[in-house]
């Protein structure tokens, strides 16, 4: 079991940027693979980026070359670096975890889940 807890949110201007974190809660972080999701009201929740057990990361073409998923196994948390923010990227950003080495962009492939955060860029 995990207990994720995500921090950061917040309200930018276009072109800003905002820093996510996600503690976790266990001693078993680092057995797990950490993504971050997005979830605009009336839409989908989407994948935004992730950080797998080894270290690889995987990111949403949307995102690609403005954010920066990393974890800090010492610190159990998970960071997603936001920079170039844009008027689309607004929605609640959830954190995920999975124990797995393999993982899957689907939100139905991650077991556990934060409370979100609010992000809100303003044209």
């Known amino acids: 079991q995990v207990q994720l807890v995500e921090s950061g949110g917040g309200s930018v201007q276009a072109g800003g940027s905002l820093r996510l974190s996600c503690a976790a809660s266990?001693?078993?972080?680092?057995?797990?693979?950490m993504g971050w999701f997005r979830q605009a009201p009336g839409k989908e929740r989407d994948f935004v980026a992730a950080?797998?057990?080894?270290?690889?990361?995987s990111y949403a073409d949307s995102v690609k070359g403005r954010f920066t998923v990393s974890r800090d196994n010492a610190r159990n948390t998970a960071y997603l670096q936001m920079n170039s923010l844009k008027a689309e990227d607004t929605a609640t950003y959830y954190c995920a975890a999975v124990a797995s080495l393999l993982i899957r962009f689907g939100p139905e492939n991650w077991g556990y889940w934060g409370q979100g955060t609010q992000v809100t860029v303003s044209p």
């Open positions: 950080v797998r057990i080894g270290g690889t990361t």
């Open positions: 266990g001693r078993t972080f680092s057995r797990y693979a």
